[in-house]
C-alpha cells in the first residue's frame, strides 16, 4: 500500500531563518506531488507541483522554492523565512493516471 | 490558469436537514472534479469525486452533480449529522500540455450542523 509522510509535524522558527519541510511517498513510482498552504481559516492554496523529477511548476510568486530530487522525495524551501509564511503546509501525491489525491498530515509553521 | 471559486464561505444546518454547497471552475479542459473533508487539524480526505463525462453520482447521503456547460459543479449532504460538521473543499484537476496535473482547490466552505 501507498504511504506518504511529511514531518516536521510542527515548527517554530523566527523570522529571516531558513526552513526546509520534507515530504515522501511509499509504495508507488513517478507520483504527481504537491505542496499546498493553509493559513488559518483559508482555503488550500497550490505552491508548487510536480509531475516528475526535477520538473517543477510555481503557482505563485513568493520566497519559497521546492525541488524534487528523487522520484518520491519532494522539498519546500526558503533561504528566509517572512511573518506571512506562517500556516499549515501539505504535501500531497496523485497517480500520474489516477485521481484521487492522497494528502499528508501537513505541517503547522508559525514564524516569530 | 485554472481558478475555482466556492459558495458559500460558511453554511449552518439544523440536523436532518439538507446542505448544498457550490463551485464554479474557469478550465473548460479540467476533467475531475474531487471533493474533500477536513476536521479540524487533521488532513483533507476525498469524500466523493466525478469526472467530466458523468453529471451526477451519488453515495449514500452525499451526491454531486456537474454542469459541463455552466462550469459549476455541486456538493448535496442529505439528512445531515453533527458528524457532518467540518471544512468542505471542492477541487478541479487541469488538462492539457500546461495544466496536466495540476490540482486547484476551492476557498472551503465551514458547515456546521446543529443538533
Known amino acids: 500500500s501507498q504511504t506518504i509522510h511529511q514531518w516536521p509535524a510542527t515548527l517554530v522558527q523566527p523570522v529571516g531563518s531558513p526552513l526546509s519541510l520534507e515530504c515522501t511517498v511509499e509504495g508507488t513510482s513517478n507520483p504527481n506531488l504537491y505542496w499546498y498552504r493553509q493559513a488559518a481559516g483559508r482555503g488550500l492554496q497550490l505552491l508548487f507541483y510536480?509531475?516528475?523529477?526535477?520538473?517543477i511548476s510555481s503557482e505563485v510568486p513568493q520566497n519559497l522554492s521546492a525541488s524534487r530530487p528523487q522520484d518520491r522525495q519532494f522539498i519546500l524551501s526558503s533561504k528566509k523565512l517572512l511573518l506571512s509564511d506562517s500556516g499549515f503546509y501539505l504535501c500531497a501525491w496523485r497517480r500520474t493516471a489516477g485521481t484521487e489525491a492522497f494528502f499528508g498530515q501537513g505541517t503547522r509553521l508559525t514564524v516569530v | 490558469g485554472e481558478n475555482v471559486e466556492q459558495h458559500p464561505s460558511t453554511l449552518s444546518v439544523q440536523e436532518g436537514d439538507s446542505a448544498v454547497i457550490k463551485c464554479t471552475y474557469s478550465d473548460s479542459a479540467s476533467n475531475y472534479f474531487p471533493w474533500y473533508k477536513q476536521e479540524l487539524g487533521k488532513r483533507p480526505q476525498l469524500i466523493i469525486d466525478?469526472?467530466?463525462?458523468?453529471g451526477e453520482k451519488k453515495d449514500q447521503r452525499i451526491a454531486v452533480t456537474l454542469n459541463k456547460t455552466a462550469k459549476h459543479f455541486s456538493l448535496h449532504i442529505t439528512e445531515t449529522q453533527p458528524e457532518d460538521s467540518a471544512v468542505y473543499f471542492c477541487a478541479a484537476r487541469g488538462y492539457g500540455s500546461s495544466n496536466t496535473g495540476k490540482l486547484i482547490f476551492g476557498q472551503g466552505t465551514t458547515l456546521q450542523v446543529k443538533p
Open positions: 466525478i469526472r467530466s463525462n458523468v
Open positions: 510536480s509531475v516528475g523529477i526535477g520538473q
